[in-house]
């Protein structure tokens, strides 16, 4: 790393025969050796601080993972692991209580699965619209107007969700409940749409112009170009552009504590009310569950689940990009 | 060379001119100012065109790339168009399947006229999608899809709507076997056309281009991405497409313009400075600014 200044101060006293020798080096290697070793300082100052911000995020990491850890360990001491995921009741607060996290899984999997329906195919038809049929002039006012949705706080989506879309919903479903994963997910997926078309555009934009021209001077039209060779070039980014989606509507937390209800309820039904990972997490740790009790405990650990659920999709989502790279 | 002995020149007994070609001397000289003297005598009768580009203007935006050129396109011959970079020979090759339409803020102005059916390619009457169908294209650099060896070369004929299993299969086969690549794809082709080795790829993309069977081919500097092997597979391949269409060809490289066409046009600055029998162009041009070109000293 450093060898360019030693080599250029110590070239000179080897060079006896040279008809400088005697002086040891000119000013003007002299400078040259001063100038690296400067830069050469500098640059390992800059190398230090850049990979202190890169080292903060894996250390953060690692100490969330290692808080969870230590914080579910006595939930586990007191629950089997076994019944922890296999018991479908979780009632932790009852006088006898049960944990079995499975309906807080399906509650978290229904509202994903009905936000996803809604937040994939909107956002990537968008994303194709964006990318490969709008003018200029529509691109400019539409890709900002979508990005805006996401501003909006996902508590005013919440109320959104409660107070126009499940009355609005009834007026389909007459016997539709007034908490309910079905609206929850709804709106879940009306605010995932920005993420997953921002990042799928991106994803479609960055296929070369070269694979465009080659399919449009083949005759193609602009919507056998963009399903038959532009969709098809970007499907690893558009797979990372679902994930990141599937990531955020797992994570959610306010739009599902307040419209599906906070009442686990193992059922694959969006009809029905149901209580999530997230907001249960929420739900706990606003009340007065006392903190070492093995309720308080299962807020961590229902947080380990949730931690692994999205590391699964993460780490399939980063094996899809490897998968399907295409290298242009 | 014998191949340029056999090739360079116009071939003979194709002159009479029938009712769907245009000679090049029908326009008088008056009429085509920006043409300098050199350019005149390049044989006044042509054998049979294929196209014609007629004053042909072209704008990026308010910047006019290219300045009324006129340039006769002989049928079942090589035209290469040669020239220092940023002269216009790549816009000049893209107006003819209308490549630019994509782009916003381009404009065309002037005629060219394709035959047979002397229809106008850049008439605003006239479908770019049909127009392409018609006019095949290879680009710079390889660019197949990202699906199978098979996939790339049928999808021209999947998007003229052939659906007969059989009939695809022949055809993939048949212009895979005329642009001498067959031998080396057929026990892969339902690989991805990305396992193809660079040289390969830009083979598929012509196969994919003579697969839909186009009445011309265009070729942006197709060898400009490939070592000199694969090079000359390439050129040893216009050689042979050129029994069968009029193929206007892009280059940098004056051994292949010498080499594989048959005519040359020299483009400087966006204007047609020449235009004649690839010999008469190397050897003998009209022009200085034709000869400083050819002979290395600008450019």
Known sequence: MDSAAPVAVSAMPQGNQGPKANHGSTPREDQIAALVKRRNASNAVAGGIMFAAAASSVAITCGIVAMLTLE???????VNLWDFLTDTMWAPLFAAPRYGILPLIAGTFVTTLVALAIALPIGTIIAVYLSEFAPHTVREVIKPATELLSAVPTIVFGY???????????????????????????????????YVSSLSEDALRAVPMLLREGSYGMGASRMQTAFKVVIPSAISGLAAAYILGISRAIGETMIVAVAAGMQPNLTLDPRQPAETITAYIVQVSLGDVEHGTVAFHSIFAAGATLFVLTLGLNVFGHYLRKRYRKAY | ???????????????????NTAPLGNTAPHQRPHM????KPASPQL?????????????????????????PLVDMHVTALIGPSGCGKSTFLRCFNRIHDLYPNTRYDGEIILYPS???????????????????????????????????????????GIRNATELKDRVETALKSTAIWEEVKNRLNKSAYDLSGGQQQRLCIARAVAAEPEMLLMDEPCSALDPIASGKIEDLIRELRKKYAVLIVTHNMQQASRASDYTAFMYMGKLVEFGATTDIFTNPKSKETEDYVTGRFG
């Open chain 1, 72 to 78: 579910s360990l006595p939930f586990f001491r007191e």
């Open chain 2, 1 to 19: 060379m014998s191949v340029e002995a056999q090739f360079a020149q116009p071939r003979p007994g194709n002159t009479v001119l029938t009712g």
């Open chain 2, 36 to 39: 300098t003297e050199a350019s």
């Open chain 2, 47 to 71: 054998p049979p065109l294929k196209a014609h580009a007629k004053k042909l203007s072209f704008f990026y935006g308010t910047h006019q790339a290219l300045h009324a050129i006129d340039l």
């Open chain 1, 160 to 194: 959104f969700a409660l107070q126009v879309v499940t009355p609005a919903l009834q007026t389909f479903i007459p016997d539709l409940p007034t908490f309910n994963m079905l609206s929850a997910g709804i709106v879940m997926g009306i605010m995932i749409i920005p």
């Open chain 2, 118 to 160: 002397a229809a106008n390619i850049i008439s605003r009457d006239v479908d770019p999608i049909e127009m392409r169908m018609r006019i095949g294209m290879v680009f710079q650099k390889p660019n197949p899809f990202p699906k199978s060896i098979f996939e790339n070369v049928a999808y021209g004929l999947r998007l003229k």
